[in-house]
């Protein structure tokens, strides 16, 4: 099966601080790739995504960087806010289009 | 308002009782995936639909069955539960394979 891991299982930063999460993964086929977010209690919410054709991607207050040469995501959050508080997790789809891998997770504290 | 809904929220039961937990979406998407989710393992796909009448295993199908008749549907089946079958379980729909997914709440299931 797919290996997609996180660096770091948590992740605390004051209010108003920039967030940075990374994610390595193993396939070098995977060609898709989303951030997503979940809340306690919550399912997952959609973040950003950023296909393979891209390095960058930006969003309002988050940006997503990909570095195929390394396998590497990272999702960088700008002026985190409390609300921002979640487990962030990256996923990617191995190539295959439809079939999805999901990493463990960081969770992330924003400190007010 | 676009949602995804399953049901139910909270289940238990005993090993060997058939169970199925209903998943329904209101926005249309062709793709349909099922999750479960365990501590330290992230979301591991269990079954995608791509369309109606068209479904593939994801990375751990053994011990489902899901079933695709009408495209705002995709129930799971557990025809025999066994209590590794023990998780949290998510369903999600997305217009494609890529994209933006919206996941339901979740379904607790414990096997007893």
């Known amino acids: 099966g797919e290996s997609v891991g996180l660096h770091l299982p948590t992740l605390s930063v004051q209010e108003g601080d920039n967030s940075i999460i990374n994610c390595a993964y193993s396939?070098?086929?995977?060609?898709?790739f989303i951030w997503y977010k979940q809340e306690s209690g919550k399912g997952p919410q959609f973040i950003i995504d950023?296909?393979?054709?891209?390095d960058k991607r930006q969003g309002q207050r988050v940006t997503v960087l990909l570095n195929k040469t390394v396998k590497h995501l990272s999702l960088q959050i700008a002026a985190t806010q409390p609300g921002d508080s979640a487990v962030c997790f990256c996923?990617?789809?191995?190539?295959?289009?439809?079939?999805?891998?999901f990493g463990t997770g960081t969770s992330l504290t924003v400190i007010p | 308002e676009a949602q995804v809904t399953q049901n139910p929220r909270y289940l238990i039961t005993v090993t060997g009782k058939k169970l199925t937990v209903t998943c329904s979406q209101n926005?249309?998407?062709?793709?349909m995936s099922w999750y479960r989710q365990d501590p330290g393992l992230g979301l591991r796909q269990i079954y995608y639909?791509?369309?109606?009448?068209?479904?593939d295993k994801g990375d751990v199908p053994e011990g489902y069955k899901v079933s695709r008749k009408e495209k705002r549907n995709f129930p799971l089946i557990l025809e025999s539960p066994s209590p590794n079958q023990t998780s949290l379980y998510f369903c999600?729909?997305?217009?494609?394979?890529?994209?933006?997914?919206?996941f339901g709440q979740g379904t607790r299931l414990t096997v007893v």
């Open positions: 999600a729909s997305s217009f494609g394979g890529l994209g933006e997914a919206f």
């Open positions: 639909s791509m369309n109606v009448e068209v479904t």
């Open positions: 926005m249309n998407h062709e793709y």
């Open positions: 996923a990617e789809n191995g190539g295959t289009g439809n079939q999805f891998y």
């Open positions: 950023i296909r393979s054709n891209m």
């Open positions: 396939n070098s086929a995977s060609d898709y």
